[in-house]
């Protein structure tokens, strides 16, 4: 069942949103060669709590850390550690989540580390307005699997993969809610979308096979082949006109 958020469950959805989409944009300038990724995660719970709000990601399922930390070829889940240095060149995701009241803002951005290769940019580039894409879909007149068509069509153009082992989903008291969002799909098909719906919609886009796999630490998801990946994401609720960004930065 999807939960339809009333006005003062997105108020405080919007209010853990722009904690997320603050330290995003804070994170951002700290991501340079030789920086570690574990300080990247200390310096986000420290802005997270200066903000009155609670870490998502710490604690849930035994997961130690704020963010999640993929470098390129990891897809999602990597965990900071002060052995993954930042190099010139490297791709990094950053996920990130935030709770004020009991309500959830999740959002993920892929950055460039120093200069990176035109192949990387472009994955970047295209890995944005994929996000874009599949937000401008979540409107009343639309169905579920619209967002991930949008999606798919616009990164396969580019000769881009779509992951298919880890989807967006519903978002509210939970960070996991129904229903799961897929990142591809068939437009037109799926239940009719509402306003009140709150959806995290997540492309995660390969540069080669959309296969993954599962590393001996339990978390990180890296690409089959080791192809590059990025990982964009945003809270989005639906609303009676255009879709509102939640962790808009």
Not at 66 to 83: A, D, Q, R, Y
Not at 90 to 104: L, V
């Amino acid at each position: 069942m999807v939960i339809i958020k009333s006005l003062e469950e997105i108020d405080k959805m919007r209010r853990a949103g722009k904690v997320v989409a603050k330290v995003l944009s804070k994170i951002k300038e700290l991501i340079k060669p030789g920086v570690n990724t574990l300080e990247l995660d200390q310096w986000a719970e420290k802005w997270i709590r200066e903000e009155g709000a609670t870490p998502a990601f710490k604690g849930y399922l035994g997961f130690k850390h704020t963010l999640c930390t993929s470098i390129n070829e990891e897809v999602v889940h990597g965990i900071p550690s002060t052995k993954r240095i930042l190099k010139e060149g490297d791709i990094i995701g950053i996920d990130c989540g935030a709770i004020i009241e009991g309500y959830y803002g999740d959002a993920a951005y892929s950055f460039p580390v120093g200069k990176v290769s035109e192949e990387a940019k472009k994955l970047l580039e295209v890995g944005e307005e994929s996000l874009k894409r599949g937000i401008s879909q979540m409107r009343s007149t639309k169905r579920l699997y619209d967002i991930g068509a949008a999606i798919q069509q616009y990164a396969e153009s580019y000769g881009y993969s779509i992951v298919r082992d880890y989807v967006g989903h519903g978002v509210g008291t939970k960070l996991h809610e129904e229903p799961q969002v897929p990142n591809y799909g068939e437009p037109n098909t799926g239940f009719r979308l509402k306003p009140g719906m709150v959806f995290a919609i997540e492309p995660m886009l390969n540069e080669g096979t959309h296969e993954v796999q599962l590393q001996g630490d339990g978390w990180t998801v890296i690409t089959k082949d080791k192809k590059l990946s990025v990982h964009f994401e945003h809270t989005a609720v639906i609303t009676d006109s255009d879709p509102e960004i939640l962790t808009a930065f």
